[in-house]
C-alpha cells in the first residue's frame, strides 16, 4: 500500500461484505507468548463492484476484466483475552483465497 500511496493511487468507492463463513473458533489461550491466544477463522467474500482504483490523474488502474466479489481468509485473534475477552479482538492476518467470486447481485 505504501508504494501506491507514494505513486498518488488511491481507491474511491466502497468494499462491502457479500458474504461470510465462520470456518473455525478456537479459544485456546494456554501460552499466548508464543501466539497460542483465541483464534477464528473467518472467509469474507468482498464485493468491490463499487470499487475503482485511480492513479494520480484520475485515471482507473483496474483491469476491465476483474471480478465483482473475490474471496480473503482473516484470522482474527485475541491477544489480551484475559483483560479484555470481548473488546480484544484484532485481525491476526488475511489471505487472498482462490475461489470462485460469490454472487453479489
Excluded at 501460552?31 to 464485493?47: E, L
Amino acid at each position: 500500500m505504501k508504494k501506491e500511496r507514494e505513486a498518488g493511487h488511491r481507491q474511491v468507492g466502497d468494499t462491502k461484505v457479500a458474504q461470510f463463513k465462520v470456518q473455525s473458533v478456537n479459544l485456546d489461550n494456554s501460552d499466548p507468548a508464543s501466539g497460542k491466544v483465541p483464534t477464528v477463522q473467518i472467509d469474507v467474500c468482498a464485493d468491490v463492484s463499487d470499487v475503482d482504483f485511480i492513479d494520480s490523474g484520475g485515471d482507473s488502474i483496474i483491469s476491465s476484466d476483474r471480478p465483482d466479489s473475490g474471496w480473503i481468509r482473516f484470522l482474527v485473534s485475541n491477544y489480551e483475552w484475559d483483560a479484555d475477552p470481548d473488546g480484544g479482538w484484532r485481525v491476526a492476518s488475511s489471505q487472498d483465497l482462490e475461489r470462485e467470486p460469490c454472487d453479489v447481485s
